[in-house]
Nanobody, 116 residues
């Protein structure tokens, strides 16, 4: 399984970005997928989860602002991020989760920088 993340960039506070994660070597809709992020000097943290049954879960930090979704035809996972804050600045990673809800494969990460 290969995961290719993209869509990061520099945005002002209050702005929006949509991250993409193209999946190859596996069928996305059969997978439990997640976005994580890691800010400088901090541990990697879970941001959002999308199950194969389309159930979503969000960390408190992104509730009401972030939306995880997928396009089965494109085999691509998305993270729509609105009302971005400087504290959202981090490298964002997509991953598929195994049956134990642990990350199994990681994408390469995409940098999101939110300026105040």
């Amino acid at each position: 399984v290969q995961l290719q993340a993209s869509g990061g960039g520099l945005v002002q506070a209050g702005g929006s970005l949509r991250l993409s994660c193209e999946v190859s070597g596996s069928t996305l809709k059969l997978k439990r997928m997640a976005w994580h992020r890691q800010a400088p000097g901090k541990k990697r943290e879970l941001v959002a989860v999308l199950t194969s049954g389309s159930t979503t879960r969000y960390a408190d930090s992104g509730k009401g602002r972030f939306t995880i979704s997928r396009d089965d035809a494109k085999n691509t996972l998305y993270l729509q991020m609105n009302s971005l804050k400087p504290e959202d600045t981090a490298v964002y990673y997509c991953a598929n989760l195994n049956t134990g809800w642990r990350p199994e494969y990681w994408g390469q990460g995409t940098q999101v920088t939110v300026s105040s």
